[in-house]
């Protein structure tokens, strides 16, 4: 106690004299610094600490307030302890002993009666014509009231005062405040403070830009009102903008209603009608709300905006095939081969034939799409693979040969080539050994020849091909083939292989599924779970990834956990993965959708994975 007898106006030597006495000593100590200063608010803040009952924190508060009328603090930590009605009796003397003080006038005008609130806000903007949150608050308020007229008039009042008042207009600020409205329910003062603060400070020529950030950063923020309504400002400012409409529809999408959805892909196409993305995806919400006739409509309405449309013409093949109408499906092709004819519309043509089995129709299609788009490899893919279904193997390798000369670039065609002369071990290697001249950089080859070697039993060939692989490929299209070395090694090299994997391909889904599967393994399944994730999170479109962590959700999850990845795998509906497009396109999987595929994949997973 020395040092409060000999500096008896320290305050920090008072507050530490007070934490290191016991409970009754402290507030003797306490007692005698306020009596020393009564005006330090850290004084009486650690004298109501010492106090256990509410009664004597309010009775210290009040003789700190009789020293320091004018200590923010102090008002406020009292009015916390205050019921409701005293609170507000003493919030009226608190703004009328700190006339600045924001947060004081705000929580009084929160515990008046409407018409109170509205001449306490009043008297605020009084005091303090310099804080945009009063006029926020009594647009709040108002449109609490139900008087939304009012709230563009006060936003729009409010710009104006403070310009008056020299205060600078932060964008950013205002944009802030703005999502926090939303969130608060206040939609319409939300909405207000975009339209008056969104072209603040944004030049003219960056403005689509800019916007368009400003609607994501919102929607990140849960702020959904909020981006809705800057989408709403850039469309009526740029109305025939494709790229903000395509934005303002995924909000809808993603956080909106079917009928919001549909409303605002009406108004896009009216204003883009070339912009065949949004027809598509008019149609498509349409078709999954189960109304095929208003999709079909749309899909007409788009053919006469974009009539040679390619895009078009397959979405209006699809809905109908999708729906089991063949015979409308086939016409539709018929009329885009006659008017829009392109490789894909050909590609097309045959599948639908070949899923109809139709297969001689389908060969000749393929025959008349090869004659118009010889450098289109999934014609000759597919003509090989027709013959081959027919047991024509002579001119299955003869499509594979033509085509692989037409389109020495196509990996897939010589993956096709190579397995239907695998039986023949020698000239699968020099098939392989074409393709890798051709395409020395492409891993799909190394890894097709590692595994020829190994199916033939030759397993250091097998590993000294995927080493030279390994070599030759950039690291960023290495993965599968890291993934592969890593289950080639011995089961104790494993670990050592994988680390050595992620150091080179540390975001390859293949590598990633791959370590998932190590975890596996190891019995490790909360750190499987997690790399799957990992994998998942990368690139959600490849359909093995899916098929794996389903297996391992049905062996080792629960309900719910395997429930997440069957919604996961149906919403992310993926199209990619080795295993996963062997099993969807097959004949008997051609309508099948992404959940019913899922398990039917997983179950043509190795048993011994490991």
């Known amino acids: 106690m020395k040092g409060t007898e000999s500096c008896p106006l320290s305050e920090d030597i008072w507050l530490e004299a007070i934490r290191l006495q016991p409970g009754d000593t402290a507030k003797a100590v306490v007692a005698q610094g306020v009596r020393h200063i009564s005006d330090s608010v850290k004084l009486w803040i650690a004298a109501s600490q010492l106090e256990t009952t509410t009664k004597c ?66 008297r605020a903007r009084e ?17 609490a009231q139900g008087n939304v007229e009012r709230v563009d008039k006060i936003i729009e009042r409010a710009i104006a005062s403070l310009i008056a008042n020299v205060v600078e207009i932060n964008r950013e600020e205002w944009l802030t ?31 689509e830009e800019q916007w368009l950030e400003d609607a994501e950063s919102a929607a990140s923020h849960n702020a959904i009102e909020c981006s809705r309504s800057i989408y709403e400002h850039a469309l009526s400012v740029f109305p025939g903008r494709e790229t903000i409409w395509q934005a303002a529809a995924r909000l809808e999408s993603n956080h909106g209603t079917k009928e919001s959805l549909e409303a605002l892909l009406q108004r896009a196409v009216s204003h883009c009608p070339k912009a065949e993305e ?18 079909r409509s749309i899909l007409a309405l788009a053919f006469q905006a974009n009539p040679n449309s390619e895009r078009i013409w397959l979405a209006a093949v699809k809905l109908e095939s999708e729906n089991n109408e063949d015979e409308r499906a086939r016409r539709l092709l018929k009329k885009a081969r006659d008017n829009a004819m392109t490789a894909k519309v050909m590609m097309k043509s045959v ?25 289109f490899s999934k014609l000759w893919m597919m003509k090989g693979q027709l013959h081959h279904q027919m047991g024509e193997l002579e001119a299955a390798k003869k499509a594979y040969i033509d085509g692989t000369k037409k389109n020495p670039s196509s990996v897939p065609l010589w993956l096709l080539r190579t397995r239907i002369e695998e039986c023949n071990l020698i000239k699968a290697r020099a098939v392989l050994e074409k393709a890798r001249l051709a395409n020395p950089q492409a891993a799909e080859l190394w890894l097709e020849a590692s595994r020829v070697e190994l199916r033939a039993g030759n397993k250091q060939i097998a590993l000294n091909l995927l080493t030279r692989g390994l070599q030759e490929c950039p690291k960023e299209f290495a993965g599968t083939l890291w993934a592969e070395a890593i289950f080639l090694e011995a089961r104790p090299l494993r670990k050592a292989k994988s680390v050595d994997a992620l150091k080179k391909c540390e975001h390859d889904p ?37 098929a794996h962590w389903y297996a391992f959700e049905t062996h080792f999850g629960t309900a719910d956990q395997l429930k997440g ?26 309508r099948t959708n992404a959940a019913q595929l899922l398990p039917m994949v997983a179950l043509k997973l190795p048993k011994q994975i490991f």
Not at 369 to 374: A, D, E, Q, S, V
């Open 127 to 143: 005091h303090v014509p310099t804080e945009r949150m009063i006029w926020i608050t009594a647009a709040k308020l108002e449109e």
């Open 278 to 295: 949004l027809w598509l995806r008019g149609a498509k919400n349409k078709w999954l709300a189960g109304d095929v006739k208003g999709a």
């Open 177 to 207: 405040d703005a999502e926090d409205c939303d969130k608060a329910g206040g939609v319409r003062t939300c909405r207000s403070i975009v339209r008056h603060t969104i072209s603040i400070d944004v030049e003219e020529q960056d403005r």
């Open 57 to 122: 924190k309010r009775r210290v508060f009040r003789k700190a307030l009789e020293s320091i009328p004018n200590s923010v603090r102090l008002w406020k930590a009292a009015v916390e302890l205050e019921e409701s009605d005293d609170a507000r009796i003493m919030l009226n003397r608190a703004v009328e002993c700190c006339p600045q003080s924001v947060d004081l006038w705000l929580a009084l005008s929160k515990l008046e009666t409407y018409d109170n609130a509205r001449k306490v806000l009043n």
């Open 510 to 546: 293949y590598v990633l599924l791959a370590v998932a599967k190590l975890f596996w393994s190891e019995r490790k399944h909360t750190k499987c779970r997690e790399w799957f994730q990992r994998a998942i999170k990368i690139d959600p479109d490849i359909g093995d990834i899916w």
């Open 351 to 375: 599948k639908l034939e070949w899923m109809l089995g139709n297969l001689r129709e389908a060969i000749r299609l393929c025959n008349e799409g090869i004659g118009h788009y010889t450098d």
């Open 565 to 590: 990845v069957i919604d996961g795998c149906v919403k992310a509906d993926p199209h990619h993965g080795e295993l996963w497009c062997t099993v969807s396109k097959l004949l008997e999987n051609w």
